[in-house]
């Protein structure tokens, strides 16, 4: 294996790894928050902030996977 | 990976000059555009590197002092007109998502905070506009000349995150000593009274050392995210197809400037809140 084809490997790997958590767990925050709406459903600005905020949070390790694949990638 | 290049060099040899126009860089050749994760030096002050990034920075504080001169100074004025209406509504509903976090203590941590908002805010949307990143100067560097953007997304560059993490981290710690007294407030992280308080100390030290991190890499990457988003779909498709993906980018761009506020007002209103 080359120098070149292992750091395409490891571009790839590192985000497609990486972006497994994350899927799963801003899938379960999107249930819980639809779940917490049918139950109450007056709450719902309070629930959208809070559940924009929490998909950031999941959001930031697909994140991290991803800045360090394009480190990877371009330097 | 050199024959895949030059399938794509025969392929794409329009679009391939026209990239070669704008970009003539270094020893790719293969007419990938090309992206730089740092943020170049366009120029020089005395000793300091002025990048395009910071350039950009300087231009987006010049918006923002405008735009907030004109507001303060419509304040007094009797007949406002819609701008400043605009921007009492903007600023109004930023307040009320502060208040369901802080309370009463909004209106005091209300300018910081809105300040963080607003100002990621224009650097996300100002990273957005035509001729960011594509318009392309000339400069002389070690010798050789290298083609470098004018203007680059402020939040596309780590050490901008980094300072915009730093801040928001530091005044976390100042606030906390200044509602708690020093003595409370450190307690949080020297505590001798029990092996186990004594360890959860540590373990909020590196919290809060995680906590700049955290807020400077999300930014960053969102945003730089973003940037190598558009432009390979515009190198893929270059008609129209970047479209939907510049509204995402615009909603990204609003949701990271609320993220970045809203998380500084959870934090604060941790740091100034006692426990136990």
Same mark, same amino acid.
């Given at each position: ?75 | ?36 994760? !740092?943020? +170049?030096?366009? $120029?020089? /002050? ?7 990034? &910071? *350039?950009?920075?300087?231009?987006? @504080? ?42 009463? !203590?909004? +209106?005091?941590? $209300?300018? /910081? ?7 990621? &805010? *224009?650097?996300?949307?100002?990273? @957005? ?59 949080? *992280? ?87």
């Amino acid at each position: 294996m080359t120098a070149d084809a292992a750091k395409l490997i490891a571009t790839a790997l590192s985000i497609a790894v990486g972006a497994i958590g994350p899927g799963i767990g801003i899938g379960m925050i999107g249930a819980k928050a639809v779940e917490a709406l049918g139950r109450n459903p007056e709450a719902e600005s309070a629930i959208r902030t809070t559940m924009i905020l929490a998909i950031a949070f999941a959001e930031a390790v697909a994140i991290y996977a991803l800045v360090v694949s394009l480190i990877i990638k371009f330097t | 990976m050199s024959e895949f290049k030059e399938i794509t060099n025969t392929s794409n040899s329009i679009s391939e000059k026209q990239i070669e126009i704008e970009s003539p860089t270094k020893e790719h050749k293969s007419g990938f555009p090309e992206i730089s994760i !740092k943020a +170049e030096p366009i $120029f020089h /002050l005395g000793n300091f590197k002025v990048t395009n990034s &910071l *350039f950009t920075a300087v231009i987006v @504080l010049i918006v923002f002092f405008l735009l907030a001169f004109k507001y303060s100074k419509e304040v007094a004025l009797k007949k406002k007109s819609g701008f400043f209406y605009f921007f009492n509504m903007i600023i109004k509903s930023i307040y009320d998502i502060f208040y369901s976090v802080l309370k009463e !203590k909004t +209106e005091y941590f $209300f300018p /910081l905070l809105g300040a963080y908002f607003l100002f990621v &805010l *224009f650097n996300n949307w100002f990273g @957005l506009l035509p001729g960011v990143g594509s318009i392309m100067i000339k400069i002389v560097e070690h010798g050789k000349e290298l083609t470098v953007p004018l203007l680059r997304g402020n939040n596309a560059d780590l050490n901008t995150t980094l300072v915009l993490g730093l801040v928001s981290v530091t005044s976390i710690q100042y606030f906390g000593v200044k509602y708690l007294g020093f003595g409370t407030y450190i307690k949080k *992280f020297l505590d001798f009274s029990n092996p186990i308080n004594f360890f959860v100390g540590i373990l909020e030290i590196v919290s809060e050392i995680s906590k700049v991190l955290s807020f400077s890499f999300r930014l960053f990457g969102n945003i730089f995210a973003g940037e190598v988003l558009l432009t390979i779909v515009a190198f893929l498709i270059p008609v129209a197809a970047s479209f939907p993906f510049l509204l995402l980018e615009i909603f990204v761009g609003l949701v990271q400037a609320l993220v970045f506020s809203m998380l500084s007002a959870v934090f604060i209103s941790m740091a100034v809140t006692k426990h136990h």
